[in-house]
């Protein structure tokens, strides 16, 4: 974000972004070197507890985000640290703590997991570390490409539908910031929410009030009119109102109110109608567009009911591209099939279970029974219609039993599909939470070798292709895990012989140190990575053996 500053040698103003990191500016007026005012606190290498710093990821409204290294796990994490100037403040650091107590409690695949919180007391640093995502937000692509397709759109907000349908009625949490800049998409095509640090949590009265009253939080370009005129009693439809306001900025590119003064953009989103999408991008479904502006009403009462009716709407639009995009595919995660799981109680939540029927054309055609020749004129009349009577019985008995077979075996074969699915859905969960956080060891390459090859024995095409694709990433990620190694190795085994060597030379005993270099070259298990180290080093030992024979006599 672009901030000006005045120059404390010439007054003049300065512009600069507050997202850089370098350390010094100048001034365009004066030329003076001053400091910058958004340079990381942090360099790389700095160690913070169990945690080594590697860059710095952003700046937020309560500290900066590091990528950093937990070293005791080996594995990367971001790692919030509260700004030095709020760490007296009682309040702030109550806000801090309530972040990461909501966010220990969360579990949900579309919601970042904490993972521990601590405080330095030497260097006064309150910090807690979260699972870190590897991804592009949703502003950065946004920026970058412009709009996204409206399946991809819809199947977004139906990710985070989901998450704060969960948070709601499982905490009563409300995220109160929901923009494209919290919002990270994974190359797997994963949807994360990011950024609870201003959430609030119903739930919690000993807090209602901590950063409500009378103070405006949330993005100017998403807030809700009730967030905007810092209403006390917000609910859900607060952070439903800003995915409707992300949904229309996925859809055509552009923001659904712009102006250089946030007051104004604030005031727009208080009183201006919605502009329709379709006058910026055609060809956007009515459902979508149904969808963005019911959730963007300015009264709340005229917005969904709960997250359950919006996340229907949302699967239905899904559901029809999907049949008119027949063939194509969608670079994310489906969300409808993680509502499914969702609404059989495997992740929590709420959700109609959306099991398919069979059409008409599915069903057995009708069999109407054979012509019957009549019965001999010697039978008496009676008997003729009781032997009818039976017959035609006898085929509707057996077209019943017919017809009860062909159903118990095709809702057996059907449950016995979604059993094998469900199933493969799970061991993939499991396979994909343990390589996100599996030690980099051979060990832990095995592990999810095995947890993978698990998935594939249950034999779904669907979830086979998925963890091929895994297995071939793990198998190129263990030979760079591997090469490092080597690397490593080979390079603690050159420390060892310039240390041995060393030693042999300080004492004068030039031929010993050259001997210890020729075996190695000839036996050693590194001889061949450092073959360059080990022939300068022979040509060096050789000559000082040389000057060491000339000047005790022998020959030069």
Not at 278 to 303: C, F, P, Y
Request: aromatic letters at 8%.
């Amino acid at each position: 974000m672009i901030e000006k500053y005045e120059c404390p040698d010439c007054a003049g103003s300065i512009e600069w972004d507050d997202q850089r990191e370098d350390e010094f500016i100048f001034c365009p007026n004066c030329n003076c070197k001053l400091r910058s005012p958004s340079a990381a606190a942090f360099k790389p290498g700095k160690k913070i507890g169990d945690y080594e710093v590697i860059r710095r990821l952003g700046v937020g409204g309560m500290g900066e985000v590091y990528l950093a290294e937990q070293k005791s796990m080996m594995r990367p994490v971001a790692l919030k640290i509260l700004q030095k100037s709020l760490v007296e403040d009682g309040q702030y650091l109550e806000r801090f703590f309530a972040e990461i107590r909501m966010l220990a409690r969360i579990e949900h695949p579309n919601v970042v997991r904490a993972i521990e919180t601590g405080y330095l007391e030497e260097d006064g640093i309150y910090f807690f570390s979260m699972r870190y995502v590897e991804g592009e937000d949703l502003k950065k692509r946004l920026d970058s490409q412009g709009k996204m397709p409206e399946e991809d759109a819809l199947n977004v907000i139906m990710h985070v539908g989901l998450a704060l349908d969960y948070v709601w009625n499982k905490y009563q949490i409300i995220h109160r910031d929901i923009k494209p800049a919290n919002i990270i998409v994974t190359p797997e095509g994963e949807v994360k929410l990011m950024d609870l640090g201003i959430s609030k949590s119903l739930k919690d009265k000993t807090r209602a009030d901590l950063t409500m009253a009378g103070m405006m939080v949330g993005s100017p370009y998403y807030v809700s009119p009730e967030q905007a005129r810092a209403e006390k009693d917000i609910d859900f439809r607060a952070d439903m109102y800003s995915l409707g306001a992300s949904f229309y900025h996925m859809l055509t590119g552009k923001l659904p109110f712009e102006s250089e003064n946030a007051m104004a953009i604030i005031a727009a989103h208080i009183t201006d109608p919605v502009p329709d999408p379709r006058t910026l991008v055609r060809g956007i479904s009515e459902r979508s567009v149904a969808i963005l502006m019911r959730m963007m009403a300015k009264k709340k009462q005229d917005r969904y009911l709960s997250w359950d009716e919006a996340i229907d709407d949302i699967e239905e639009a899904i559901n029809r591209i999907e049949l008119r995009n027949a063939g194509k595919k969608t670079s994310l995660q489906s969300a409808v099939a993680l509502r499914n799981i969702q609404s059989r109680g495997e992740l929590g939540g709420s959700g109609k279970s959306l099991a398919s029927v069979p059409s008409a054309a599915g069903r057995p055609p009708m069999q109407t029974a054979p012509t019957r020749e009549k019965p001999s004129a010697s039978l008496p009349s009676p008997l003729a219609g009781l032997i009818s009577n039976l017959y035609v019985r006898f085929i509707f008995l057996v077209l019943a039993l017919f017809l009860t077979f062909v159903t118990f075996f095709t809702i057996l074969r059907k449950w016995t599909v979604e059993e094998r699915e469900r199933e493969a859905v799970l061991r993939f969960d499991e396979a994909m939470g343990y390589i996100s956080e599996m030690p980099m060891s051979r060990k832990g390459f095995r592990e999810a070798l095995r947890l993978l090859v698990e998935v594939k024995r249950v034999n779904i095409r669907r979830y086979n292709d998925l963890a091929d694709e895994q297995i071939e990433g793990l198998k190129t990620k263990f030979l760079r895990h591997r090469e490092a190694e080597k690397r490593q190795m080979a390079g603690d085994a050159l420390k060892e012989l310039k240390r041995k060597s060393g030693e042999l030379e300080t004492a004068g005993r030039f031929s010993e140190a050259l001997d210890l270099w020729l075996a190695y070259e000839r036996d050693g298990a590194f001889s061949k990575e450092l073959a360059r180290e080990i022939r300068e080093a022979i040509v060096y030992f050789t000559r000082k053996t040389k000057e060491g024979l000339s000047r005790h006599g022998g020959i030069d």
